[in-house]
């Protein structure tokens, strides 16, 4: 059995959607894999050796779509119900002829199609009726239903939308998803999720709005910590110099994003709360930019050369072709705490703040540490994931940490959102789909 949950735009809730029906059918018995066929997003992690889409657990990484069919066909084979996720919207038809994320693959696989609209944003009618009308007729033949999400109020005050979309489009409706609150709670996928304030905790964490942030549930377990208060900073506004805390997040691109970072006159406020108080930590490509150099000599992010960093660390980073993927268990000794995490980045790091490394991976040096320990650095991610870090590293810098598990968090959640779809979702019919 398959399906594939399409969105009639970007962030229409796709990635939750396929998410809670896993839990769903897990539930029930059957054996469930989601899939993916190609990641779009700038949050990725590292499982079984390889670079995956944070959205999925399993996924084809391959730009061809032989390897993606190959790739289906053998999760398809251990698995009673594949949950296939696709990739923006199939009414880009001027991107259909290269087609792998949407109908290119359902037709390819033969997998049926669910279209999935965001009423919040207005306009879900012309969302999916108007899909259809541009879709080329072979490929809107694969969508067997649609579904309603975010719907915000009494969902039969759009009985009437509902049925008109049925009537133009000849789709069944599968249900219409009220807005699920605790969807903050999950990994998000898509940086149009961050942003905005986090938590009403006495400690403020900062963190810059960077055009190619990436990874940024790293910061999910820290936002949900009762006495945290964690504020997305966006361009154009300053860095809170009263920030206990200020962190440079993951960077599809280093480079350029310092240079953003730099035109926002953001190193000037790092300055200023550095000298007001607070540490900063750097993860990945935010551990790059700490260092007083970023040499790029093969042109890997650019022009060939040279830049010099924000100097608070005394290391340099050069860029390296060699991509570094690998799953890692840390020891923090400041705190005598265990981490698992992963690293997933481009540049080897050194220098003499190396000499106080943050963690120790299989006994060798991980991340560095400034002489006065307000400034380090780490290419770890998933640090807070793990509770007794977290809370030993915020109750080292003053903060009140929690008592709940992050993972626990995690899984309640799920179990909430599974709860909220089958009380609003034909599931049943769904799955007869299939």
């Not at 690998?326 to 481009?346: C, D, F, M, Q």
């Not at 220098?351 to 006994?363: C, E, I, N, S, W």
Request: proline share 6%; with cysteine; aromatic share 6%.
């Amino acid at each position: 059995m398959r399906i594939m949950i399409q969105g009639a735009g970007s962030n229409v809730g796709k990635s939750l959607l396929v998410a809670g029906l896993c839990r769903h059918f897990t539930r029930a018995g059957l054996t469930v894999r989601p899939f993916k066929p190609q990641n779009m997003s700038n949050n990725a992690a590292v499982a079984t050796g390889g670079e995956i889409g944070r959205a999925q657990a399993l996924q084809a990484r391959a730009q061809l779509m032989a390897p993606v069919l190959d790739s289906f066909r053998r999760l398809q084979a251990e698995a009673d119900l594949v949950i296939v996720e696709g990739a923006g919207s199939p009414a880009e038809v001027n991107l259909r002829a290269g087609d792998i994320a949407n109908m290119g693959f359902a037709r390819a696989a033969d997998v049926p199609v669910i279209l999935t609209g965001d009423i919040d944003r207005g306009g879900v009618i012309a969302q999916l009726v108007g899909t259809q009308t541009v879709l080329d007729p072979a490929d809107a033949a694969m969508i067997k239903g649609f579904l309603i999400n975010k719907f915000r109020g009494d969902p039969r005050l759009f009985d009437d939308g509902y049925r008109l979309i049925e009537a133009r489009t000849g789709w069944p409706g599968l249900g219409v998803i009220p807005w699920f609150p605790d969807a903050h709670r999950l990994p998000a996928e898509d940086a149009a999720d961050l942003g905005g304030t986090r938590g009403t905790g006495g400690f403020l964490i900062a963190v810059p709005h960077l055009n190619r942030i990436a990874n940024f549930d790293d910061l999910d377990p820290l936002a949900q910590e009762p006495g945290v208060t964690l504020k997305i900073i966006a361009p154009g506004r300053p860095l809170p110099v009263e920030a206990d805390l200020i962190i440079l997040p993951g960077s599809k691109a280093t480079i350029a994003d310092l240079a953003q970072f730099r035109a926002q006159g953001w190193d000037i406020d790092l300055a200023a709360a550095l000298r007001r108080g607070a540490r900063v930590l750097g993860l990945c490509g935010g551990y790059q930019m700490l260092g007083r150099e970023i040499a790029d000599p093969a042109g890997i992010e650019g022009r060939p050369g040279s830049v010099p960093g924000l100097g608070l660390l005394d290391l340099t980073t050069v860029m390296t072709p060699d991509k570094r993927v690998t799953e890692a268990t840390a020891h923090h000794p400041a705190s005598n705490t265990r981490v698992k995490g992963y690293e997933i980045h481009l540049g080897r790091s050194d220098g003499p703040d190396r000499a106080r490394p943050m963690f120790l991976v299989q006994g060798q040096p991980e991340g560095a540490v400034r002489a006065d320990g307000r400034v380090m650095g780490s290419y770890l991610h998933g640090m807070f994931t793990e509770d007794a870090f977290r809370r030993a590293f915020l109750a080292s810098l003053g903060a009140t940490a929690g008592t709940e598990s992050y993972d626990q968090t995690v899984e309640d959640t799920l179990d909430a959102l599974a709860d909220h779809l089958v009380a609003h979702v034909d599931c049943d019919r769904l799955l007869q789909l299939t």
